[in-house]
């Protein structure tokens, strides 16, 4: 398996596993009878901010994925994943870093580094799709 495909797989993979996450806690608040298996709402706006956090991690990589997930498929399927492939990992490791950043904290400092990690990823995206239609 190519760079490309391993992030691409390692990044639904951990779209899921903050899914997962979020679902086992969500769970075991509807067990303890904490929070009814009504009462959530899709931004966790009535549980802890961790909770909150947490769902917008996980929003974070649903969203992005089209863009990044997007042009990582059309460089598999074009055959072109040389041009993906150096900077995949690197890709993959600014998305969790992103992603423990926000489940970690709000703070100024922490949502700065956040930013600083995305603004990576973007880079990234950007220099992808500039290689893949000029070459």
Same mark, same amino acid.
């Given at each position: 398996?190519? *760079?490309?495909? !391993?992030?691409?797989?390692?990044?639904?993979?951990?779209?899921?596993?903050l899914?997962?996450l979020?679902?086992?806690?969500?769970?075991?608040?509807?067990?303890?009878?904490?929070? @009814? %298996?009504?009462?959530?709402?899709?931004?966790?706006?009535?549980?802890? @901010?961790?909770?909150?956090?947490?769902?917008?991690?996980? *929003?974070?990589?649903?969203?992005?994925?089209?863009?990044?997930?997007?042009? !990582?498929?059309?460089?598999?399927?074009?055959?072109?994943?040389?041009?993906?492939?150096?900077?995949?990992?690197?890709?993959?490791? %600014?998305?969790?870093?992103?992603?423990?950043?926000?489940?970690?904290?709000?703070?100024?400092?922490?949502?700065? *580094?956040?930013?600083?990690?995305?603004?990576?990823?973007?880079?990234?995206?950007?220099?992808?799709?500039?290689?893949l239609?000029?070459?």
């Open positions: 398996m190519n *760079a490309t495909a !391993l992030v691409l797989t390692l990044f639904i993979s951990w779209t899921l596993f899914l997962l979020m679902e086992v806690l969500r769970s075991q608040l509807v067990v303890t009878r904490r929070v @009814p %298996a009504n009462g959530f709402q899709p931004d966790n706006a009535n549980l802890s @901010p961790f909770m909150q956090r947490l769902a917008r991690a996980h *929003a974070n990589c649903v969203e992005s994925f089209p863009v990044f997930g997007g042009l !990582l498929i059309v460089a598999l399927l074009t055959e072109r994943s040389a041009i993906t492939d150096p900077l995949a990992p690197w890709l993959m490791l %600014a998305r969790v870093v992103q992603s423990g950043i926000h489940l970690a904290s709000l703070s100024e400092a922490a949502v700065t *580094a956040r930013f600083s990690a995305f603004a990576l990823q973007t880079g990234i995206a950007v220099y992808w799709a500039w290689a239609l000029m070459r």
